[in-house]
């Protein structure tokens, strides 16, 4: 029997915590030492100075062990860092499994685009979303990767795949964990987009005629330097030259400084532009070195995970061997600090050489930075899914139907309400049944089933386990109107903000998918004859287009639809029930339409005389 997520994330954060104390001693330990170096040093400079017998070159043993001390302090400092991310790790585990996780993650808002069919009224963005239980990716490439799963709906192929992803992932937290750790670096300090564009532009040096350029020049180069170390050793007398040779090499030398001078300049800006970027560029990647190298290692059954593991490969070799050779490169770009660099830059043209040898490798391996940052954030969403599966052990994987547009759920709940207080329920449309109309009183639970509803069916095309005990799908195009606001500022009224939003939902029907649409308080703005007229209106052109869906209303004259639409509607309702002087509410989906409406009731519990 599988241990419980609980009881594995506690255990696992109470080891994480004992390592991080044990490292903290130890640090504290070597802080100690170096104390004692310091004082040992300092009485053998004491010695030295007053006493024969010892000199000041022992003062170098402690100097050699305050080095070693402090390379041993950054290594443990390295590893409590780590060891507290670790911590962290679990500890938001933790915080989603008890409920206390909004505020707490990433809130995606970034990704929130009004306009989108259904984002902003499914709450997928934002404090207490969807992608903030969800995410928990480090790197942007992570984060937008998850984002786009749910803005977008996956081809069932797609979604199998990742289901499959998701599976093998959920047991591997060890690999989930080193993941997280791993990518903290990149949190902040990459950008994906700038990244990816610096490995795809064209190369700025490396024609065929620079290359032989720079040949000739640095020959000429060499045997200028010769020339010019013979001149010096003839002047201090260290060799003779007779006049002739002392003339030839003379020329030579000053005919290097021109040549090679007038090369410098003509191709110095252009080299440093390269070396510069490749700078930022290197930087970058090696803070998601280390990610990609883990997904690099790993070995995978799944065939979408096995295909991103392959993707990293550049030209045959693996990022690990492509990022060894850039940061060689970039170990040659410090050297050119170093004041016999400088001396000898116009002999060997050091420059120009490495901005070649950068823009080599990014022929060869620029092309694949972009299916590295895809890769990383791939394998990042697919944790986050797997993570959230771990997590809810009781939710399950959709099945799509062939019978289109179909919705089959049984005991469904929505993933943002705690499981203590989940009520599930039972809807299933398509077929000759494409549309519920759900009345009940306030608060009852009728925009929390649409919510459910849409949430699910997000979840389910991005390849993550839906709140349902059994859920049966066709592709679907997800519509909402839930969240409706007016807009001084624009001079827009609610009625009117809603209208437009379902012209939206009319314009998603001319898709490839049919649409599932979700629209709540169906035409609220607007008084009750023309409500009626509307809805059957706009409701038989959605059904005439393919889709389907749920309406939900107060207004019971718009139950009276569902006769008009021969037998392609039915009324489901919510109820509610009064227990001493209290309003209480099951949350349980009824047949049939709401018969009471606690309007009042409500006014007169917050102190309205009615």
Not at 227 to 232: D, E, H, R, S
Not at 276 to 285: F, I, S
Not at 309 to 321: I, Q
Not at 576 to 584: A, F, P, S, V
Request: proline share 4%.
């Amino acid at each position: 029997m599988m241990p419980e997520p609980r009881d594995t994330y506690t255990a696992l954060r109470e080891e994480r915590r004992a390592s991080i104390l044990a490292g903290e001693r130890r640090q504290r330990g070597l802080g100690y030492w170096r104390l004692a170096i310091v004082a040992a040093a300092g009485a053998l400079v004491w010695l030295a100075l007053t006493g024969p017998r010892i000199t000041i070159l022992w003062t170098l043993v402690p100097a050699a062990v305050f080095v070693a001390l402090l390379v041993a302090h950054a290594r443990i400092a390295r590893q409590l860092e780590r060891q507290r991310r670790a911590a962290r790790f679990f500890e938001r585990g933790l915080a989603r499994l008890d409920g206390t996780w909004p505020g707490t993650g990433s809130a995606g808002d970034a990704y929130l685009d009004p306009a989108h069919p259904y984002a902003q009224d499914l709450d997928l963005f934002g404090v207490g979303s969807l992608f903030e239980l969800l995410s928990t990716a480090r790197t942007r490439a992570g984060e937008r990767t998850l984002a786009h799963w749910l803005l977008e709906p996956a081809a069932p192929a797609a979604v199998d795949e990742r289901q499959a992803a998701v599976t093998e992932l959920g047991p591997r937290l060890d690999l989930r964990e080193r993941l997280a750790v791993l990518a903290e670096d990149a949190r902040s300090g990459v950008d994906a987009d700038a990244l990816a564009a610096w490995g795809e532009a064209p190369p700025r040096l490396g024609g065929r005629g620079q290359r032989l350029a720079l040949c000739f020049c640095t020959l000429l180069g060499v045997a200028g330097a010769a020339a010019g170390m013979a001149l010096l050793l003839n002047l201090t007398g260290t060799t003779a030259l007779g006049g002739a040779a002392h003339f030839w090499l003379r020329d030579l030398f000053l005919a290097t400084l021109i040549v090679n001078g007038w090369f410098y300049y003509r191709q110095h800006q252009r080299a440093e532009e390269v070396l510069a970027a490749v700078n930022r560029a290197a930087h970058e990647l090696g803070l998601i070195s280390e990610v990609l190298v883990l997904i690099e290692r790993e070995r995978f059954q799944a065939p979408l995970l096995a295909r991103i593991g392959a993707s990293l490969a550049a030209e045959g070799a693996p990022p690990s061997r492509r990022l060894a050779q850039l940061k060689r490169l970039i170990e040659y770009l410090d050297s050119r600090d170093n004041v016999f660099v400088r001396m000898a830059e116009i002999f060997i043209l050091w420059t120009p050489h490495l901005a070649l040898r950068v823009e080599e490798w990014r022929r060869v391996s620029g092309p694949a930075v972009r299916r590295w940052l895809t890769a990383a954030g791939e394998i990042e969403a697919l944790c986050s899914l797997a993570s959230h599966a771990y997590e809810h052990p009781a939710d399950t994987f959709p099945e799509f139907a062939e019978a289109s547009p179909w919705l089959e759920a049984e005991e469904i709940g929505h993933p943002l309400i705690p499981e203590a207080k989940l009520v599930r329920n039972c809807v299933s449309l398509g077929g000759d049944l494409r549309l519920l109309v759900v009345s009940g009183s306030n608060m009852s639970g009728k925009s929390t089933l649409l919510r459910t509803l849409g949430v699910n069916v997000v979840l389910a095309q991005a390849g993550a386990p839906v709140r349902a005990a059994r859920f049966r799908l066709s592709p679907l195009a997800v519509g909402a109107s839930i969240q409706i606001n007016d807009s001084l500022r624009g001079g827009v009224s609610r009625f009117y903000a809603e209208i437009l939003r379902l012209r939206r939902i009319l314009d998603e029907t001319a898709g490839a998918l049919p649409v599932l649409f979700l629209i709540d308080e169906f035409l609220h703005g607007t008084n009750s004859h023309d409500r009626r007229i509307g809805a059957e209106a706009l409701v038989r052109g959605l059904l005439e287009r393919g889709a389907m869906g749920l309406i939900t209303t107060h207004d019971l004259a718009l139950a009276g639809i569902v006769d008009a639409l021969d037998g392609r509607a039915r009324n489901v309702h919510f109820e509610d029930r009064i227990e001493d002087g209290k309003i209480l509410f099951d949350y349980s989906m009824q047949p049939g339409v709401v018969r009471k409406s606690n309007a009042i009731e409500l006014m007169r519990s917050v102190g309205l005389e009615i």
